[in-house]
């Protein structure tokens, strides 16, 4: 168990729509990873947040957006779901700020939109 | 652009024997590489790390080598077991603060009994 918590493991919704995915990382951990990860693209990032703040933005559609809570949990907002964004969403947490950091996984969300 | 590069085709390999995987990076200076193994259906499990000034890094049956100047990281498994099958993924990453980890598309292992 890597003690990050990600909810719901599955998610099922139609084109059009929009969903929420949830992530608790590590108790003591400040940073928090978004990846999404599809079969033929690989694990693909999609945003840092680092004690409430975002650090770090990789290829991530302006339907998406995401933040991070002063509790330190964060939601990631998919909205006008097309076919395309059904794949697994990682979430990682981290603890130091940036320097030789290992990510923790949790088990993920798989999304389908259909 | 930034590339990583690992064999997407499965590697197939006799319990028993040496796995080697293979992570080549273009245009990237990365602080420190780190390799993850992932089994189907479940997150990315940290493994190693080595930093861009260390040539060699051990831990149990795992060594990862890093050669800036070829821009390439070696990850072997020696004494391999069917338990050692999954997806190894290798990320990288700059120094200075905040920063994105990059990941490879990973390499599937399988080791047959």
């Known amino acids: 168990d890597s003690g990050v918590t990600q909810t719901p493991k599955h998610l099922i919704t139609a084109t059009g729509q929009r969903v929420t995915l949830r992530c608790s990382p590590r108790?003591?951990?400040?940073?928090v990873y978004w990846y999404q990860q599809s079969l033929d693209q690989g694990l693909q990032f999609l945003i840092q947040y680092y004690n409430g703040e975002e650090r770090a933005k990789g290829n991530i559609l302006e339907r998406f957006s995401a933040q991070q809570f002063p509790d330190l949990h964060s939601e990631l907002n998919l909205s006008s779901l097309e076919l395309g964004d059904s794949a697994l969403y990682f979430c990682?947490?981290?603890?130091?700020?940036?320097?030789?950091?290992?990510?923790?996984f949790g088990s993920g969300t798989q999304l389908s939109v259909l | 652009s930034q590339k990583i590069e690992q064999n997407s085709e499965a590697l197939n390999i006799q319990e028993g024997k040496t796995a080697t995987l293979t992570c080549n990076y273009t245009?990237?200076?990365?602080?420190?590489l780190q390799w993850y193994r992932q089994d189907p259906g479940r997150g990315p499990v940290f493994l190693l790390l080595i930093r861009e000034n260390e040539k060699e890094k051990r831990k149990e049956r795992l060594k990862v080598t890093f050669d800036t100047t070829l821009k390439q990281s070696l990850f072997h498994i020696t004494a391999s077991q069917p338990a050692d099958s999954a997806t190894y993924l290798c990320?990288?990453?700059?120094?200075?603060?905040?920063?994105?980890?990059?990941f490879g598309i990973g390499t599937k292992l399988q080791v047959i009994p």
């Open positions: 108790s003591g951990d400040l940073s």
């Open positions: 990682a947490s981290s603890g130091r700020q940036g320097r030789d950091e290992k990510l923790f």
């Open positions: 245009n990237y200076s990365p602080a420190y």
């Open positions: 990320a990288l990453a700059r120094s200075g603060g905040y920063q994105k980890v990059t």
